[in-house]
């Protein structure tokens, strides 16, 4: 089993492994085909790609943050992520 971190914020994996989440790889870029049954892949992921990696047998992490829109494509530290709420709320999606 693989964890990946799907980010282009290093500040994101500091805060998952704070957590306790081991993160295996961290990938500016997911590629679905990499996964394989029993991995977790964490992140901000559109639902297709979601989709995908649940058929594929793989796990998928939401990260959510109650986040104000001025702050939006900044980079956060570890403690404003724990500030804004920070967590990881696991999904599965579908294609139908």
């Known amino acids: ?20 989440f081991h ?4 990938l500016a870029h997911f590629d679905v085909s990499i996964v394989q049954a029993g991995d977790v892949v964490l ?12 058929a594929r047998g793989g796990r998928y992490l939401h990260l959510t943050l109650e986040l104000p829109a001025e702050l939006r494509g900044k980079e956060l530290s ?9 967590r990881l709320e696991e999904y599965r999606a579908i294609k139908v």
């Open 78 to 86: 570890v403690a404003d992520m724990q500030a804004y709420g920070a």
């Open 1 to 20: 089993m693989t964890t990946y971190f799907i980010s282009r914020h290093a500040s994101a994996v500091a805060w998952a492994n704070s957590q306790g």
């Open 23 to 26: 993160v295996d790889q961290q």
């Open 43 to 54: 992140g901000t992921l559109p639902v297709n790609l979601i989709a995908e990696l649940n």
